[in-house]
Nanobody, 126 residues
Framework: VQLQASGGGLVQAGGSLRLSCTASGRTFSRLAMGWFRQAPGKEREIVAAISWGGKVKDYAGSVKGRFTTSRDNAENTVYLQMNKLKPEDTAVYYC????????????????????WGQGTQVTVSS
């Protein structure tokens, strides 16, 4: 699976960004997808996860109510809509794919994901 993430950038606190991640090489509708982020000096952490069909989702507590993940299986793309951004959201954001899963399943553990995108930088200024 090849993953290509895009949509990062520089935004002021309170602003919004939408990240996209397009997959190729597998049947996208059979991939559980996740978004992770890693800030300088910190470990990689889960941001959001979404199941095959998009009905099951989970979010890190720090982004609940501000971030929304969705997917378009016809376009082989998963999205992360980020609203009310805060300086502490500054990080490199990665999308990841898990192809060893079942319908309705999600995972918040990075170890579950076999494939990773290259990362896209999100910087939130105060």
């Amino acid at each position: 699976v090849q993953l290509q993430a895009s949509g990062g950038g520089l935004v002021q606190a309170g602003g919004s960004l939408r990240l996209s991640c397009t997959a190729s090489g597998r049947t996208f509708s059979r991939l559980a997808m996740g978004w992770f982020r890693q800030a300088p000096g910190k470990e990689r952490e889960i941001v959001a996860a979404i199941s095959w069909g998009g009905k099951v989702k989970d979010y890190a507590g720090s982004v609940k109510g501000r971030f929304t993940t969705s997917r378009d299986n016809a376009e082989n793309t998963v999205y992360l809509q980020m609203n009310k951004l805060k300086p502490e959201d500054t990080a490199v954001y990665y999308c990841a794919a898990d192809d060893n899963t079942v319908s309705g399943a999600i995972s918040t553990s990075a170890a579950r994901y076999e494939y990773w995108g290259q990362g896209t930088q999100v910087t939130v200024s105060s």
